[in-house]
């Protein structure tokens, strides 16, 4: 599968709207991130699990993909960098005596992607906050790799409706001072299928440029109206899946769409941001608060400071992260797993 430029550019986008959603209310005040302005920043993790439900099912479509080397190229991409942060994150509460220190259940259930209650607070995340995502990409993961022992696309897709239904049509029955029955149940799953339907949507109009630009745009249009229009009114009482999740798989969908127009003017500064998204998104909760300390010590109480530099920062540590860690990491880890040709990239 040759490289989506415009899917780059979305997780690019999405990991640093995060890494805003996360700064503004330091540099801004804590009432701040209960406004919706701010709180559609957050939004970049609804866009992130639209578009993992996109790559997930390309990854499925490859001919003589199995179970286990489908899993094994999962494990590779996912976990080694989630486990280092999760070090990272120990090691520096303990070097600077700073933060939260899980107790033993807690941290293992963050290594191993179960829902968990934060000891300090009660709330569901792990000790590294962006954790609480990857819970659900993980599930995800293992309900599709399980759906690969069927013969066809359309039973896979089949199951995975009907697996991830009944565990939302499961939510009234959950006990939802349960981390795993409160996460499980969620209707944050839609947002999966949604990424899905992207792809099939993709496959149908594979070989017609006039209707994939013509839903390209209708879709961004629509992205942005009910984003502008219909999601504030929602933010304080509708669910999530509607007011964030409807935009979200919009705007994917319009960028798959208009992919050939996107190739034709790259953004390289953007591209490298895509490319790491992933370091970007675990990291970035290491970088603010020292690069926040050093940048008041030394510049004093500004916001507008704060909202250039503390960024900058993160993504400055992000891409040395990627390009010395993620990378040499999964080259590593690649290099010693006999994986078919055809899921070499996946």
């Not at 190229?73 to 509460?93: C, N, Q």
């Not at 807690?106 to 995340?125: M, R, W």
């Not at 839609?190 to 594979?206: C, D, H, S, T």
Request: hydrophobic share 55%; aromatic share 14%.
């Amino acid at each position: 599968m040759n490289e989506l430029i415009g899917v780059q550019y979305l997780r690019g986008i999405a990991a640093l709207a995060v890494v805003y959603f996360h700064v503004l209310p330091r540099a801004l005040g804590k009432a701040s991130e209960d406004t919706f302005a701010v709180g559609l920043l957050s939004a970049g993790v609804d866009v992130f699990f639209v578009l993992s439900g996109f790559i997930i099912w390309l990854t499925t479509q490859r001919p003589g993909v199995t179970p286990g080397a489908w899993w094994r190229t999962r494990l590779i991409r996912v976990v080694p960098l989630y486990w280092f942060a999760l070090l990272a994150t120990l090691a520096f509460r303990f070097a600077t005596g700073t933060g939260h220190i899980p107790n033993f259940v807690e941290g293992l259930k963050a290594f191993f992607f179960i829902p968990v209650a934060h000891s300090k607070d009660g709330q569901f995340y792990p000790f590294l906050i962006p954790g609480w995502t990857l819970n659900y990409e993980f599930f995800f993961y293992i309900v599709v790799g399980c759906t690969l022992f069927l013969r066809s696309s359309a039973q896979r897709l089949v199951a995975l409706v009907l697996v991830f239904g009944t565990l939302i049509a499961l939510r009234k029955f959950a006990d939802t001072t349960s981390a795993i029955q409160f996460r499980m149940t969620s209707p944050l799953f839609l947002e999966f299928l949604a990424g899905i339907a992207v792809a099939i949507v993709r496959k149908r109009f594979a070989n017609d440029t006039r209707v994939r630009f013509v839903i390209g745009l209708v879709s961004l249009a629509a992205a942005v109206a009910f984003a502008t229009m219909i999601s504030p009114k929602l933010f304080d009482a509708g669910p999530r899946t509607v007011y964030f999740g409807v935009p979200a798989a919009l705007l994917v969908l319009g960028v798959i769409c208009l992919e050939q127009q996107i190739r034709r003017l790259p953004v390289r500064p953007l591209k490298l941001l895509g490319d790491a998204s992933y370091s970007l998104y675990l990291i970035h909760p290491l970088v603010i608060w020292p690069a926040e300390a050093l940048l008041r010590r030394t510049v004093g109480q500004s916001a507008i400071a704060e909202l250039v530099v503390v960024p900058a920062a993160c993504i400055a540590v992000a891409i040395l992260n990627f390009k010395f860690v993620e990378q040499p990491m999964l080259s590593a880890m690649r290099s010693r797993v006999v994986a078919r040709p055809a899921l070499a990239a996946a």
